[in-house]
C-alpha cells in the first residue's frame, strides 16, 4: 500500500509552533512579501528537487506574494456555494490536484541578531509543505489560519536564503472549507521572517473587564515570560500576571472605542497594546456590553477585492471599516474563517462588534444528508478542535471581538462539541455561536438563518416550536437570539429590512442579526473588445459551479454602494426622528452607551422640491435610549406640496467620516398637494387621412397608438406586465416566482387590439392582453383627450378578465421614444430606486439624472431603476425640448435605454447596448423584492394582485 501524501491527513501540522496572539513587537521583522519565483502544475506528485537552495530557477514565472495563482493566469478561478467541486472521500482529494511550487532568495539585513528565529504564513490556501535552505520545516493547513515554523536551525546568517514552498489547492483540510466563495489558492497573505530574541515575549493574554457600576477597571496581562505590563495613561506599571484595579477608567464599545496604549517588557522585547476595557456577559438571557444590552446593526463579510480575491491589503480592509462606519453598521461577523489580523486592528480602532468565526465549514455534506460529516468523524476531532485553538489564541486580546463562533454551516456532531469545551475552558469571557445545531447544546447565544418576520417575532416573544428534549428546550428559551444570516443582498434587494428591524428593537431577547452579505464576488475581467465587467461563476468554464450566487453582496465588486446599502443604513439608523402629529417630533436616542451631543440637527423645507428655507434644531444630549420631544421651527409659507426634511449629521470630523456626515434623517409631510383641478372641456378630435390629430398628439386611426407628440416620435403606449426577474424572483434556494410567471406565460403576452373609437373630443382604444395556452387575460381600455392645445390626456384602465393568478411582476405602460432624449428630471421619491419594500433610503424630492445614470449595474442583469411616487418626470435631451408627464396621482417610472427582454436576455451588463430609443415606463405598481434568493419571499402587503389599476396621466411637450 502506497504511503498517503502528506497533503491527505487528518492530523493538524505536527511540526507547527503553538499559536500565541498576533503582536506588535520591537524585535526584527523581514517582510518576505514581493515577486517569488514560482512553477505551476496540475498535480502535486512532481519532484522535489526545487527544495534545495542550489537549484536553478531562473527558468520560472514570478507571482507576487501575496495573491492566488488563479488570478495571474494559472489555471482558472470556480465557484461553487454548497457543492464540494471534488469526491467526497476524505481524506483523499483528486490526483488533478493544481500545485505551485514557490522559491524566495533573501538575506538578512545588516544589524539582524543571532538565535532564535520563527517563518510565519499567514495564510495560504489549502494547504502548504515549506523548506528552508533544503530543510523541510513542516506544512500547513487551515488555509485562513496563521502558522509559524522554528526557523533557527536552518537559518543562514550570512549569505543567500531560500524560502521554497508547495502549495496544493486540494487538501484533506479543503473538505472543511466549503464556504461559499471562490476556489482560490496560493500564498494569499503574508509572509514573515520574525526574530524571536532570548529572554523574550512568545505569547500575551489581555484580560480588560469594565464594572458598569461604578467605572472600575480590571486588567491582567499575562504572557510566557515574567515582563513588566506599563499602561502610562493610567500609571500602570505592574508585573505580567498580577491583576491591577483601576478605580476609573473609560470602556471600549462599537460607538466610544476607546482605546489605552499599553507595552509589555522584557530587557530584550517590547510588545506594544491597545488595550480596551470591557466586559461582555450574559444576563437574564439578554446579551450585554459593559453591562448594556446590545443590538447587532451587523454584516456578514468574506474578504474580497475583485482583482486580489482573498489576498486584500490593509487599504481595503480600511475601506471596508469606514463603509461600515458610515452606513450605521455597528458590528460584522466574519463569515466564515478569521480574517486578516489588521482587520480587528481596525475594528478594535473605529468601532465595531466582531463574532470571529473558526475556520470551519461542511455544507457539501448536506448533499449527501450528512453521511460522513467532518464535524462528527472522531478522526477529524483534532483538526477541528486545532481550528479553534488557533483562532482563539491569534484574536483573543481584541475588545471587538464579543463572540467566538464555531464555524458555519457544519451539521453537527462530537467534534463541534469539543470545539466548544476547548475554547469555553480557554476564554470564558467571550460567549459562543454557532447556528446549524438548532438544539444549542453547546453554544451560549440562539441563532439561525433565513427565518420569516413571523418565525423571528415569535422567537421574540418566546413561543417558538419546543425543542423535543425539554431541558435543551428550556435552556434554549434562556438565550439571547441572534439572526445571523438574513436579508440575502443578491442583485435588487433585499426587501423588507424594515420589518425586521422593527421586530429587534420591540422585543429584549432579539439582539439584531447579521445582513448577508457585504459585497459581490465578481471578478474583474473584459470582454474580446476590452468592455470591463465582473464574472461570476460559469464564466470560468467550471463544469459545477453556482453562477451569480456568489454576488450577493450590499457593495458592488468595486465597493461602490448598492441600493441595499442605502436602505440599509436607514434602517439601522442609531437615531430616530419621528413626527409626534401635534406638531412636533420625536428624538429618540438608539446608542448603547452614547448621548447626542456628538450630531447637529438640520433641516430643510421644500415647497414642491424646491428649497425655501432652512436651519437647525436644538435637540440637547439625548441619553442613550432616551426620547425627547422637539418644537417644529415657525416655517414659512408654502404654496405647493412641502416636505420638511430633518437630518443628524456629525458636528465634527470622525475617523470614519467628515462633519456634516448624514447618520439619520426623516421627512414630514407639511402641505399635501393641491388636489388635482377638473380637466377643461377637451379639445376637439381631427381626423387626418389615417391619423386623428389630438392636441399636441397624433395618434394612428387604425390601432390607436400614439405616433407623435408634438415634434417627437412616440411609439406606445403598451400594456408592460412582464419585468427581467431579479434574483429573488429567480430565487435559488427560496420560494421562486420566475418560473410560476414564466408557466402564466407573463413573459409572452399577446395583445389583440378590440376596437378604437373615435368622438368628437377623444379616442378610446381597448385591447386584450393575454398569454398563449390561457383563457386568462387583461383588458386594458386607453382613453385619450386633449385638455389643452398643449396637453394629452391618456387614462389606463386595466381590468382582469378570466383566470389570470398573482402576483403580477408589475403593471404600467410603455412607452418608445427618441434616443436622444436621455436626461430625465423627477419629482417624487429619490434619488434612488425604490420598488414596494425597498427604497426606504429615498426622499420626496426634485431630482435630476442621465437615463444612463439610471440604470443600477447589478452583476447579473435584472429589473431595476424604477423611482416611485413620482408626480411629474420630464425626458429631455441635450439640444433641448422633450415630454413631460405628470400624474393626477403619484406613479412608479422606469427610463432606459433598451426594453425589459431585452434586460432579461442579458446575462452581463456588457451584453446590453442601447438599441436607439429612450423606453420610458409609468407604471401603477410593481411586485415587492423580499429576499427569496435566501430566505423569505415578499410579505403579503407588498405583492400586487391581479386586480384592476388606473393610471391618468398627463403629457406634454417642452
Known amino acids: 500500500m502506497s504511503e498517503r501524501p502528506w497533503y491527505e491527513s487528518f492530523a493538524p501540522p505536527p511540526t507547527a509552533r503553538p499559536p500565541r496572539a498576533w503582536l506588535d513587537s520591537d524585535a526584527p521583522r523581514l517582510s518576505l512579501d514581493g515577486l517569488w519565483r514560482f512553477r505551476y502544475a496540475e498535480r502535486a506528485d512532481g519532484p522535489l528537487d526545487f527544495t534545495g537552495p542550489a537549484f536553478d530557477d531562473e527558468g520560472w514565472d514570478r507571482l507576487p506574494v501575496p495573491s492566488h495563482w488563479q488570478l495571474h493566469g494559472y489555471g482558472a478561478p470556480a465557484y461553487t456555494n454548497i457543492t464540494y467541486p471534488f469526491p467526497l472521500d476524505p481524506p483523499h482529494v483528486p490526483d488533478e490536484n493544481p500545485t505551485g511550487d514557490y522559491r524566495h532568495a533573501f538575506r538578512l539585513p545588516d544589524g539582524w541578531p543571532g538565535g532564535p528565529a520563527v517563518l510565519r504564513f499567514a495564510g495560504a490556501d489549502s494547504a502548504a509543505r515549506v523548506w528552508l535552505n533544503g530543510v523541510e520545516l513542516g506544512r500547513t493547513t ?57 529572554g523574550g515575549i512568545g505569547d500575551v493574554e489581555v484580560s480588560a473587564g469594565y464594572d458598569h457600576r461604578t467605572g472600575a477597571g480590571t486588567l491582567t496581562v499575562r504572557a510566557d515570560t515574567p515582563a513588566r505590563v506599563r499602561v502610562p495613561e493610567l500609571g500602570v506599571d505592574a508585573a505580567t500576571g498580577e491583576t491591577v484595579r483601576l478605580p476609573l477608567v473609560e470602556p471600549w464599545s462599537a460607538e466610544r472605542p476607546r482605546l489605552y496604549d499599553a507595552t509589555v517588557g522584557t530587557g530584550t522585547e ?27 446593526r451587523g454584516v456578514n463579510r468574506h474578504e474580497f477585492h475583485p482583482d486580489r480575491g482573498r ?38 480602532e473605529y468601532g465595531l462588534y466582531v463574532v470571529d468565526e473558526c475556520d470551519l465549514e461542511t455544507h457539501g455534506y448536506g448533499e449527501v444528508r450528512w453521511r460522513g460529516n467532518p464535524a462528527d468523524d472522531p478522526r477529524w476531532e483534532a483538526a477541528l478542535v486545532d481550528r479553534m485553538r488557533r483562532t482563539v489564541e491569534r484574536d483573543k486580546n481584541h475588545p471587538s471581538v464579543v463572540l467566538w463562533s464555531l464555524g458555519n454551516e457544519s451539521g453537527s456532531g462530537r467534534n463541534l462539541a469539543a470545539m466548544a469545551r476547548w475554547a469555553r ?136 454602494p448598492s441600493p441595499g446599502l442605502l436602505d440599509l443604513k436607514k434602517v439601522y439608523e442609531p437615531v430616530r426622528i419621528d413626527a409626534t402629529g401635534d406638531g412636533g417630533l420625536t428624538v429618540r436616542n438608539g446608542h448603547l452607551d452614547s448621548g447626542l451631543s456628538h450630531l447637529d440637527f438640520q433641516w430643510t423645507l421644500e415647497d414642491d ?61 407639511v402641505r399635501a398637494a393641491r388636489p388635482p383641478q377638473p380637466p377643461p372641456a377637451p379639445v376637439a378630435v381631427r381626423r387626418d387621412g389615417g391619423l386623428v390629430r389630438l392636441g399636441p398628439g397624433v395618434l394612428d386611426g387604425r390601432t390607436g397608438r400614439l405616433v407623435r407628440l408634438g415634434g417627437w416620435d412616440v411609439d406606445g403606449p403598451r400594456l408592460q406586465v412582464w419585468r427581467a426577474p431579479t434574483d429573488n424572483d429567480r430565487a435559488p434556494h427560496g420560494q421562486a416566482l420566475e418560473p410560476l410567471w414564466r408557466a402564466a406565460g407573463l413573459d409572452r403576452l399577446t395583445h389583440r387590439l378590440r376596437d378604437v373609437t373615435v368622438g368628437g373630443d377623444g ?34 384602465d386595466v381590468d382582469v378578465d378570466g383566470d389570470l393568478p398573482g402576483p403580477l411582476p408589475m403593471l404600467g405602460v410603455r412607452f418608445a421614444l427618441p434616443g436622444d432624449l436621455d436626461e430625465v428630471e423627477w419629482f417624487g421619491r429619490g434619488p434612488g430606486e425604490a420598488y414596494p419594500d425597498t427604497g426606504l433610503a429615498t426622499r420626496v424630492g426634485r431630482w435630476f439624472r442621465t437615463v444612463a445614470d ?64 429612450t423606453w420610458l415606463t409609468l407604471d401603477a405598481g410593481h411586485n415587492g423584492i423580499g429576499s427569496a434568493s435566501c430566505g423569505p419571499g415578499v410579505l403579503p402587503p407588498y405583492l400586487l394582485p391581479a386586480a384592476p389599476a388606473r393610471l391618468d396621466l398627463e403629457l406634454r411637450v417642452l
Open 270 to 296: 517590547t510588545v506594544t497594546l491597545r488595550i480596551g476595557f470591557r466586559t461582555v456577559r450574559i444576563d437574564g438571557g439578554v446579551l450585554t456590553v459593559n453591562g448594556r444590552p446590545v443590538l447587532f
Open 142 to 198: 487551515g488555509s485562513r489560519l496563521a502558522t509559524e515554523f522554528d526557523a533557527t536551525g536552518a537559518l543562514r546568517p550570512d549569505g543567500d536564503n531560500v524560502v521554497a514552498v508547495r502549495v496544493v489547492q486540494w487538501s484533506a483540510g479543503s473538505y472543511v472549507e466549503d464556504q461559499d466563495m471562490w476556489w482560490l489558492s496560493g500564498i494569499f497573505r503574508s509572509v514573515d521572517l520574525l526574530a524571536r530574541p532570548e
Open 425 to 560: 475552558h480557554r476564554d470564558p469571557s467571550r460567549p459562543l455561536l454557532y447556528e446549524r445545531d438548532w438544539t444549542c447544546r453547546d453554544v451560549d447565544v440562539y441563532s439561525r438563518m433565513y427565518l420569516t418576520v413571523a418565525e423571528v417575532e415569535a422567537i421574540g416573544r418566546g413561543e417558538e416550536a419546543p425543542l423535543p428534549d425539554p431541558a435543551l428546550d428550556a435552556r434554549r428559551r434562556g438565550m439571547p437570539f441572534v439572526h445571523v444570516e438574513y436579508a440575502h443582498a443578491m442583485g435588487n434587494g433585499p426587501g423588507g429590512l424594515a420589518e425586521y428591524q422593527r421586530l429587534y428593537e420591540t422585543y429584549p431577547r432579539l439582539q439584531g442579526g447579521f445582513v448577508w452579505e457585504w459585497i459581490d464576488h465578481g471578478l474583474r475581467a473584459r470582454t474580446p473588445d476590452g468592455r470591463e465587467y465582473f464574472a461570476y461563476g460559469g464564466d470560468f468554464g467550471e463544469v459545477l459551479h453556482d453562477g451569480n450566487f456568489v454576488a450577493d453582496g450590499l457593495l458592488f465588486p468595486d465597493r461602490t
Open 609 to 669: 422640491g424646491e428649497v425655501v428655507a432652512r436651519g437647525a434644531l436644538e435637540v440637547g444630549d439625548v441619553p442613550p435610549g432616551q426620547s425627547v420631544r422637539v418644537g417644529l421651527p415657525a416655517l414659512p409659507a408654502t404654496g405647493g406640496e412641502a416636505h420638511l426634511t430633518v437630518r443628524a449629521v456629525l458636528a465634527a470630523d470622525e475617523p470614519w467620516a467628515k462633519a456634516g456626515h448624514e447618520v439619520a434623517a426623516t421627512q414630514v409631510p
Open 854 to 917: 439610471l440604470q443600477t449595474p447589478y452583476l447579473f442583469p435584472q429589473e431595476n431603476g424604477r423611482r416611485a411616487g413620482v408626480r411629474w418626470a420630464s425626458v429631455t435631451g441635450g439640444q433641448g425640448g422633450g415630454v413631460r408627464v405628470d400624474g393626477r396621482s403619484p406613479f412608479g417610472l422606469t427610463v432606459r435605454p433598451w426594453t425589459a427582454e431585452a434586460l432579461d436576455r442579458a446575462a452581463h451588463p456588457t451584453d446590453l447596448a442601447p438599441d436607439g430609443r
Open 763 to 796: 379616442v378610446v382604444v381597448r385591447v386584450r392582453v393575454a398569454p398563449a395556452s390561457s383563457d386568462g387575460g387583461l383588458l386594458a381600455t386607453y382613453s385619450w383627450s386633449a385638455p389643452a392645445g398643449d396637453r394629452l390626456r391618456l387614462v389606463v
Open 311 to 348: 489576498a486584500v491589503t490593509e487599504e481595503d480592509m480600511l475601506d471596508d471599516v469606514r463603509l461600515m462606519k458610515q452606513h450605521n453598521v455597528n458590528a460584522v461577523r466574519t463569515s466564515h474563517y478569521p480574517p486578516h489580523p489588521r482587520f480587528l486592528e481596525l475594528c478594535d
